[in-house]
């Protein structure tokens, strides 16, 4: 049985992974701001009244878990804030970044003490952050923030790489939930997907930037 701590779990994709790593006899820590009814239906440790765009906040979720081992840390938590050019609103783009970009940093950072050989990180990012798939522009706060934490990704690979820890950067899929406004794939098969991803990562494909069906996708 693995150890599974997920943010952002209270709707969406994040109730998802927690729905399906909890179904298949794995330990799930569901951190979240506020859980949500479907969320307390399953079988999951819920960790409240977490920001991942605060420190302190993070600093108290490391706090609460002590000393215990997290041998899968998803980073899922995320924002969309939709924007157009000529009323473009920075303080929402600002928000964006603090919960998009940095919030994976932070929380990585504060429990990489909870990390050991083994372990691995998946930060939830978007194929929108791709500079080469950029065909259509727009959402300018939300893909500069998914952008800069594909760097934070990378970042982490080398940082993580002497401790034997691999980390991906893991694109969803068109997914229908709030976020989307219903539009795309059902949460299950995403969910699915990622799952995959992270069970067949390695620490010689780690940093890869991987579309949840199992494709690289472009920088």
């Not at 109730?15 to 006899?25: F, N, S």
């Not at 819920?46 to 041998?71: F, M, N, P, Q, Y």
């Not at 009323?87 to 940095?102: C, G, K, P, R, W």
């Not at 989307?180 to 794939?185: P, V």
Request: net charge negative.
């Amino acid at each position: 049985m693995a150890t599974i701590l997920i943010t952002g779990c209270n709707r969406g994709i994040g109730l998802e992974l927690a729905r399906q790593y909890g179904a298949r006899g794995d330990r799930v820590i569901g951190v979240c701001r506020q859980a949500s009814d479907e969320l307390k239906a399953i079988d999951v440790e819920l960790i409240e009244g977490i920001d991942v765009a605060s420190g302190d906040s993070v600093a108290e979720l490391r706090d609460r878990l002590g000393d215990a081992t997290i041998d899968v840390l998803i980073n899922n938590a995320g924002i969309l804030r939709s924007d157009s050019f000529g009323s473009i609103d920075y303080e929402q783009m600002m928000e964006q970044y603090a919960v998009n970009t940095l919030g994976p940093l932070r929380v990585t950072e504060a429990l990489a003490g909870n990390l050991t050989d083994g372990s691995k990180v998946a930060i939830v990012t978007s194929r929108v952050g791709s500079i080469d798939d950029n065909g259509s522009g727009g959402n300018w706060g939300y893909r500069a923030s998914k952008t800069a934490v594909n760097m934070i990704g990378t970042n982490l690979m080398h940082e993580f790489k002497p401790r034997g820890i691999p980390v991906a950067l893991l694109h969803p899929g068109l997914v229908a939930t709030d976020m989307t406004g219903g539009r795309g794939i059902a949460p299950s098969d995403s969910a699915a997907g990622l799952i995959d991803r992270i069970d067949e990562l390695t620490l010689q494909a780690s940093g890869g930037f991987w579309h949840a069906e199992g494709y690289r996708l472009p920088w």
